[in-house]
């Protein structure tokens, strides 16, 4: 019987390409000492918790990994049970088809509670995709109302200024005034002022055309302005030294 549940284990590390019962015993979570004692056809000794791992890991069920070692009627045997080793082993077999089927109850429980988590991620995604979409809709709104005074007249304001060469600047910068409303309410400051004279600061500043041997706090003057938001800086004050 020895040698036949030998070579049952051997038939079966086999197949699943296992050579040790250290490679077997870390594989299937076993202490290899039960793998040495199953190879004894000392399986009717086991924790119920050994039996189920290795069935597991030999893809078979509880029933056929028992009746691939137990010494009873399951497989033929070379000598008479006593009553009290089958009735161990019907406690065994019982209790074996408890827990698989408890096993298969969480295997079930587990699955339902991915999907539905799977399903809520989904729906959070959408919500969020949604809410993005709302909130640039929003933006563009608040935007276009800012803008609404320019939009009404820059089309008449830039005709009359191609029609009219006398046409006077100042009408046009004034309709520059949504522009500075809507800046001023995203948190946009301008840096400097154009024409005025300043310290050279590399870190707000931009030399321009030949004033690369300026260093800093030299006097330069502001040629285009820069923008902040906030701490952030968005573009450098172009200056000339």
Request: charged residues 25%; proline residues 4%; contains cysteine.
């Amino acid at each position: 019987m020895r040698n036949s549940s030998r070579a049952q284990l051997q038939t079966l590390m086999d197949k699943r390409n296992v050579s040790t019962e250290l490679e077997l015993s870390r594989a299937a979570n076993v202490a290899e000492r039960q793998i040495y004692r199953l190879g004894q056809g000392l399986i009717h000794t086991f924790p119920i918790t050994d039996v189920v791992k290795l069935a597991q890991y030999f893809e078979q069920s509880v029933d056929e990994f028992l009746a691939t070692f137990l010494p009873n009627a399951l497989q033929p045997i070379e000598f008479e049970q006593s009553v009290d080793q089958s009735a161990e082993i019907a406690a065994l077999k019982a209790e074996c088809e408890r827990l698989e089927k408890t096993l298969e109850q969480q295997t079930t429980d587990e699955s339902e509670e991915v999907a539905a988590l799977k399903a809520e991620y989904e729906r959070l995604e959408k919500t969020l995709e949604q809410q993005g979409i709302t909130l640039q809709q929003q933006w563009q709104q608040e935007a276009l109302d800012q803008l609404e005074p320019w939009l009404l007249q820059w089309s008449a304001a830039a005709n009359a200024a191609i029609e009219r060469p006398n046409f006077p600047a100042k009408a046009l910068v004034s309709l520059a005034k949504p522009f500075e409303q809507l800046l001023e309410n995203w948190d946009v400051q301008p840096i400097g002022v154009v024409g005025d004279t300043v310290e050279y600061d590399p870190t707000t500043h931009q030399l321009v055309k030949d004033g690369f041997d300026v260093e800093p706090g030299d006097t330069v003057t502001v040629q285009n302005i820069g923008y902040t938001q906030g701490d952030r800086l968005l573009h450098r004050a172009k200056v000339v030294g």
